[in-house]
């Protein structure tokens, strides 16, 4: 599978998404607000959670290839998320400071590994090689996504730029839907368009989900038993959960988008 962004550039967005969600973290009159988006979390468990998640990744890329995660990364995480241990400081400078030292750990380890070398990743069986790169991929979509999140408690929510959203709905269909676990359903397929231009197929079936990248007339093959419209922003947002069905355009069988999103995959 080819990238849509260089590694290099998925280093820069880590980068500027990172100093994003600070400043908008800087900006928030509490740290113990609901954040919408993710109702069972404040603003701090939102921080933690990212910070905490670099740091988690900085391990993984640096232990290389593996068959687990490292056990002080997996260790480290299952403390914070019992509560034993709170790694981020509720002081709002030491905050921004610790997470900006977490970013700085995962590009540290990004850039020494590079965009090829193997690591461990959730992503076993998906059309996402388990490598640097993405991993990278990946953290600059889940950063960005949070960034929102942020926004969207201050109530100010941004739309995602292009250059991240394009490659986010790829990379999408590529780690999180992709699977060669059998498809328990009809057979089906799902047509994703986006204004901008690009279109993409997701075809579930007994061998699995798989996605491939539809000729510019946006048509496939077979007609898809959904088709999913809207900007590459609204698409990311969607399929994050970040904005309801509505805000995208849906024809066809729209309970397949439920199926979908019901779908527990045994890989």
Known sequence: MENNLEFSGLLRLIDEWSAAFRAAVASAPSLDVRVPTCPDWTLFDLIEHLGGGDRFWAAVVGAGPADAPPAEAVAARAAVASGAVVAAPREREALSAWLA?????LLSALREAGPDRGCWTWWGTSQSPRNS??????????????????????????????????????????????TTSAWPHKPTAFDFHVTEGPSWRLTVDGDGARFTRLPATGAGPEPAGVSVRGTAGELVLFFYD??????????????LIDLLRAWEPED
């Open 133 to 178: 790169g993405c991993v990278a991929r990946h953290r600059v979509q889940e950063t960005a996504v949070h960034t929102y999140d942020v926004q969207l408690t201050l109530g100010a929510p941004q739309p995602l730029p292009d250059e991240v959203a394009l490659d986010g709905v790829e990379e999408f269909l590529s780690t999180c839907c992709a």
């Open 101 to 105: 030292e977490s970013t700085e750990l």
């Open 242 to 255: 970040r904005v309801p069905a509505d805000s995208v355009r849906i024809d066809g069988d729209a309970g």
